[in-house]
């Protein structure tokens, strides 16, 4: 069964576009990556999806059920970690965290302390106290300790540091493999290509592509520097899957999607003097990849 | 009915602040009667030395002062005045600090539906309007015989502070209704405080001018009028059953806007 679906759902704020005729499912079990640059819409589908926004047309069913007419009923089984963190600054996280259990009718202290402690949050902080980071894993508890059927990630791990992604990570994979969904959204492609086996991409509104991570990860291009002791030609690297090339004098550089082999055998042809492969960033995989 | 207690709990240090200068007030006020009792002074041969537009304003216009009972029917007025802005800064302030500090998306993302939060917080609003009105009353009955030698007028207090509670009635269903419908949620505080003054004023003008006596049907501090309240000894019943008639219908529109609403963050 599909966990989430949407058909067609549409958003303007006035006239502004926030989402157009957006038909997406998630199916139970898997994590799925929802990525796009800033103001691409992410944040106005996942808005959409819980209900606080509505759409202009179009709908959307998690759990098989209308989000707006059921909100109250499925928010039960769904945990939710927004972008940027708001809570109530006088609180303790504790206070927080017990206000926030107190709407699901259920225990919820045993998976407060678990996550608490994995990630090494004090639970006796006041909020206006901590910082940006903590807050975030005050998010992260507040989002995990119903222990939701499916888990929606807002751009989750900014502020974070590496050691706690990692945590972070880890914990989401055993929710995973404890049969939960995740809906991940991100402008981040390396986290995303981490963890999801699904990627959803969106631009400026419009959902341009859905694939496995696997043939993302095939069709993905490379950014090629090269810094080279004699000067080299265009000609050099005419070769299919070679795109914005651009020569200046020792310096080259061009993005490359296709067998890595094939490269590899051109490089080592020349004279180098350094070179490095990266990942292009998103809005480059944007700009040469979906036009 | 964990809304209800977190309200609750979040208003506490709000409740004793008022409370407090409530009891400061009424402890001026009734000073400066003691003092003009004292003195032998006639105070209605003091204000009436005045123009009647400033007895109007100051709202004495038609009492006697002299007796402790007309002289708190006067402070009813200020009351009422202090309380209403308890009621509508509470009333818009509930409802719009969710989204001027963005918690909403919190609260909203739990599984408690927006009429559920409405109710919640509409029933910790409606208990601490009662407690303030509760705290007033008690402290007038306890301060006023510390000022006052004549006969005890606990009567008239308990039968004056009814009008006073319609009046925070209004106030906090106007400030409910207009943060429910505010895009903006910091405009709604400015704006139902507005009102509240225009309402004054315009219960003022009424008072000092004969001709607009139309313009009571405008403003709920003519509709509980501790004056004529403690003058007829009666309420006008219509009154009361206008002022149930448009709760209901703020409520309900409170509750319809609020059900429409996007929250952007």
Same mark, same amino acid.
Request: glycine share 8%; hydrophobic share 55%; net charge negative.
């Given at each position: 069964m599909d966990i989430v679906e949407t058909k067609n759902l549409t958003k303007y704020y006035g006239s502004v576009t926030g989402i157009k005729d957006l038909s997406l499912s998630v199916e139970e079990g898997e994590i799925l990556g929802f990525i796009g640059p800033n103001g691409a819409g992410k944040s106005t589908t996942i808005r959409l999806l819980l209900s606080l926004i509505y759409p202009s047309s179009g709908s959307a069913t998690i759990f098989g059920k209308d989000v707006i007419e059921y909100g109250p009923e499925i928010k039960r089984e769904i945990g939710y970690m927004p972008s940027e963190v708001f809570y109530y600054e006088n609180m303790r996280v504790k206070e927080l965290l017990e206000y926030s259990a107190s709407f699901y009718h259920k225990d919820c202290s045993k998976r407060i302390k678990d996550i608490s402690a994995l990630l090494k949050l004090d639970l006796n902080k006041k909020i206006d106290d901590l910082s940006y980071g903590n807050k975030k894993k005050v998010g992260i508890v507040q989002g995990l300790l119903h222990d939701p059927r499916l888990i929606i990630l807002d751009e989750p791990t900014g502020g974070l540091d590496p050691l706690m992604q990692k945590n972070f990570f880890q914990l989401l994979r055993e929710e995973n493999q404890a049969g939960k969904t995740i809906f991940f959204s991100s402008h981040i492609l390396s986290e995303v290509q981490k963890i999801c086996d699904r990627v959803a991409i969106v631009k400026d509104g419009d959902l341009i592509n859905i694939e496995s991570m696997e043939n993302l990860i095939q069709n993905n291009y490379k950014r090629v520097h090269l810094v080279t002791r004699q000067k080299v030609k265009h000609e050099q690297f005419q070769l299919p899957g070679v795109s914005n090339l651009k020569i200046e004098n020792s310096n080259v550089g061009f993005l490359y999607k296709g067998d890595v082999n094939t490269i590899s055998r051109l490089i080592?042809?020349? &004279?180098?003097? &350094?070179?490095?492969?990266?990942?292009? &960033?998103?809005?480059?995989i944007f700009m040469h990849y979906y036009g | 009915m964990n809304i209800y207690l977190k309200e609750l709990r979040d208003y506490r240090k709000s409740l004793i602040f008022w409370s407090l200068a409530i009891v400061a007030f =009424? @402890?001026?006020?009734?000073?400066?009667y003691q003092g003009y009792a004292k003195s032998g002074t006639?105070?209605?041969?003091f204000v009436s030395s005045m123009p009647a537009g400033? +007895?109007?304003? @100051? +709202?004495?216009? +038609?009492l006697d002062l002299q007796s402790a009972g007309g002289f708190f029917a006067m402070c009813v007025l200020y009351l009422a005045v202090m309380l209403g802005v308890h009621a509508v800064l509470l009333g818009s302030g509930i409802i719009s600090k969710e989204e001027t500090d963005k918690t909403i998306e919190f609260l909203c993302t739990k599984p408690a539906s927006r009429t559920h939060i409405l109710f919640f917080k509409l029933l910790a609003a409606l208990t601490a309007i009662m407690i303030l009105n509760l705290v007033t009353l008690v402290s007038s009955i306890v301060t006023l015989p510390l000022f006052s030698e004549g006969p005890s007028i606990n009567g008239d207090i308990l039968f004056l502070m009814p009008s006073v509670f319609f009046i925070q009635l209004w106030f906090l269903l106007i400030g409910? =209704?207009?943060?429910?419908v505010a895009r903006r949620p910091r405009w709604?505080?400015?704006?139902?405080?507005?009102? =509240? =003054?225009a309402t004054f004023i315009i219960s003022a003008v009424v008072d000092i001018s004969g001709k607009v006596s139309f313009l009571k049907y405008a403003t709920p501090f003519k509709y509980f009028d501790a004056k004529t309240i403690y003058a007829e000894h009666a309420y006008d019943i219509w009154y009361i059953v206008f002022t149930l008639v448009a709760a209901a219908i703020m409520i309900a529109g409170s509750r319809y806007a609020y059900q429409k609403k996007d929250f952007s963050v």
């Open positions: 080592a042809q020349i &004279d180098l003097v &350094d070179f490095m492969v990266e990942e292009p &960033d998103l809005e480059e | =009424l @402890l001026s006020a009734m000073s400066k006639s105070i209605n041969d400033i +007895g109007a304003v @100051l +709202g004495f216009k +038609g409910f =209704l207009f943060a429910t709604a505080g400015m704006t139902s405080a507005s009102v =509240l =003054l």
